[in-house]
């Protein structure tokens, strides 16, 4: 189920569609980070989604003594991404613990918040010392797209709300997270129980350990 939330929240936060090639033509990007103003050339990963036709590009940049990480669908084979200020961080070194959420060079702390290039709201946080306590993400048209609680300053999912196209409530998960289980529960917009899932470790947690 992860997987396929993953898949559907590139989806849709993607504006525009991009038809997957068959992997040898050459993609001519340009890469142009918001905290600098600049073009830059950062390392990053291509990603082939067969299950919906798409690619997914992570790129790897600087943001403080971290490495920030910014994914998103290719859009189109020749195309400028634009680097957002605010990322989730990492350390370098092999099996780090070391993560905060960066906006540029700061840690994020208190109510932070970016914005698309046309304006519109691309994410918004509440952040103690780097670490999340509520982020809500926006699709390019300012819309709502999910809205996150996370559990005693860690990755631990407690909810997640998912809206449409209006901004409006279509379903939302409840996070119960122990030791060596996470235990997910789905809901429609009227808190109807839809879906129960168990996960034999939090992926959230566990990335970069």
């Known amino acids: 189920m992860k997987s396929v939330l993953k898949l559907t929240f590139l989806l849709i936060f993607s504006y525009s569609s991009f038809s997957q090639n068959d992997g040898k033509e050459k993609l001519n990007l340009v890469f142009y980070d918001n905290c600098s103003n600049k073009i830059i050339e950062p390392e990053f990963e291509i990603e082939s989604l067969p299950e919906i036709n798409y690619k997914a590009i992570t790129i790897f940049v600087n943001r403080g003594n971290l490495i920030g990480?910014?994914?998103?669908?290719?859009?189109?084979?020749?195309?400028?991404?634009?680097i957002p200020?605010?990322?989730?961080?990492?350390?370098?070194?092999?099996?780090?613990?070391?993560?905060?959420?960066?906006?540029?060079?700061?840690?994020c702390d208190g109510t932070e918040t970016d914005f698309n290039s046309n304006g519109n709201k691309r994410f918004e946080g509440i952040f103690k010392n780097g670490k999340p306590i509520e982020i809500i993400n926006y699709r390019q048209n300012g819309e709502l797209l999910t809205q996150t609680f996370y559990e005693n300053l860690t990755l631990?999912?407690?909810?997640?709300?998912?809206?449409?196209?209006?901004?409006?409530?279509?379903?939302?998960?409840?996070?119960?997270n122990k030791k060596r289980k996470t235990t997910i529960k789905t809901f429609d917009k009227?808190?109807?129980?839809?879906?129960?899932?168990?996960?034999k470790k939090h992926i959230e947690k566990t990335k970069w350990n």
């Open 156 to 176: 631990n999912y407690k909810r997640v709300n998912y809206f449409n196209e209006n901004g409006e409530l279509t379903y939302y998960e409840i996070y119960k």
């Open 85 to 107: 200020k605010i990322l989730f961080s990492f350390g370098n070194e092999l099996h780090s613990k070391r993560w905060n959420y960066m906006n540029c060079e700061k840690v």
């Open 69 to 82: 990480e910014y994914s998103i669908i290719l859009e189109k084979k020749k195309d400028t991404i634009r």
């Open 190 to 199: 009227k808190g109807k129980l839809i879906n129960r899932t168990i996960e």
